[in-house]
Nanobody, 115 residues
């Protein structure tokens, strides 16, 4: 199986920045894509950003221009740089990866945007 560990969440003021990291380990061969999802209270889990093995990225409309997903292949790590954070970004952020065998999730990291 694939094991995903997120880090980098925390409390930040509106307009601030955070950088989330997700380190993948285990059976990462033929990992098709990795991405970030988030889930706020009362909401369903939604896609925030995604990057494929070929480098193609996509973003939720609500974060375009503010968030950037990237990867470090040597470290088997994907990042989410979050700038100009808004209170609406408050959620638990989950790292996700999938391959032909299964769909994998990290434990989640809390991001709180508040004054």
């Amino acid at each position: 199986q694939v094991h995903l560990v997120e880090s980098g969440g925390g409390l930040v003021q509106p307009g601030g920045s955070l950088r989330l990291s997700c380190a993948a380990s285990g059976s990462i061969f033929r990992l098709y894509a990795m991405g970030w999802y988030r889930q706020a209270p009362g909401n369903q889990r939604e896609l925030v950003a995604r990057i494929t093995s070929g480098g193609t990225t996509n973003y939720a409309d609500s974060v375009k221009g503010r968030f950037t997903i990237s990867r470090d292949n040597a470290k088997n790590t994907v990042y989410l740089q979050m700038n100009n954070l808004k209170p609406e970004d408050t959620a638990v952020y989950y790292c996700n990866a999938f391959n032909a065998i299964g769909n994998y999730w990290g434990q989640g990291t809390q991001v709180t945007v508040s004054t």
